[in-house]
């Protein structure tokens, strides 16, 4: 099993539409987490960092279950520039120990 | 600032020869990290530095070295390259969350 793990792609959504995206990880050690959007050919870019409390950047917002281990992202009134895959990132222990989920593509379609 | 610079952005090899791949960053970051990334496999750890005159292997080091030459400077070195090292190559470089390079795309022949 992988040490972090993303809802299978690809998500084809339309214009307008709210869509929620799931990441699990298995390391319970874990201390800190990320979400980083990368789009075609392009580095990945942080998106919005996870906390307990839950956060909220505009039409996303990422929430984070200790208990259960997951991670989620939601994105309201999808636009067409949100068409990217977007990277479940968690961090063991503060240090140099990141590791990546696979990523899920999205595709918002007009 | 610039950010994370690499260099070359593109890189055609043939099997058995050398290069090595540049990283810079201005953000006076301690940790720097070289990634590879092939389609289905998500990013893989190659090579970290923690700091300055560190290094340390990450998931998938074999055939590739490291040089932290100072804090702004980590560069990956493919002594003898094969075609399974055809990939996208990403440095980052970290305070608490990664910043990445733009990609370098290298195909071995």
């Known amino acids: 099993r992988k040490e972090v793990e993303q809802d299978p792609g690809p998500f084809n959504v339309p214009e307008g539409a709210t869509v929620a995206f799931n990441c699990t990880y298995s390391?319970?050690?874990?201390?800190?987490f990320f979400w980083y959007r990368q789009d075609c050919r392009k580095e990945p870019k942080l998106l919005m960092s996870?906390?307990?409390s839950g956060n909220e950047d505009g039409r996303f917002t990422a929430q984070l279950n200790r208990a259960s281990q997951y991670i989620s992202l939601l994105i309201r009134d999808s636009k067409l520039s949100d068409s990217a895959t977007y990277l479940c990132?968690?961090?063991?222990?503060?240090?140099?120990?990141?590791?990546f989920g696979p990523g899920t593509r999205l595709s918002v379609l007009p | 600032n610039a950010g994370v610079t690499q260099t070359p952005k593109f890189q055609v090899l043939k099997t058995g020869q050398s290069m090595t791949l540049q990283c810079a960053q201005d953000m006076n970051h301690n940790s720097m990290y070289w990634y590879r990334q092939d389609p289905g496999m998500g990013l893989r750890l190659i090579y970290y530095?923690?700091?300055?005159?560190?290094?340390d292997k990450g998931e998938v080091p074999n055939g590739y070295n490291v040089s932290r030459l100072n804090k702004r400077e980590f560069s990956l070195r493919l002594e003898s390259a094969a075609p399974s090292q055809t990939s996208v190559y990403f440095c980052?470089?970290?305070?608490?969350?990664?910043?990445f390079g733009p990609g370098t795309r290298l195909t071995v022949l």
């Open positions: 990132v968690v961090n063991r222990n503060y240090g140099q120990n990141f590791v």
């Open positions: 530095s923690a700091s300055e005159g560190t290094t």
């Open positions: 980052a470089s970290s305070l608490d969350t990664q910043y």
């Open positions: 996870v906390y307990s």
């Open positions: 390391n319970s050690a874990s201390q800190s």
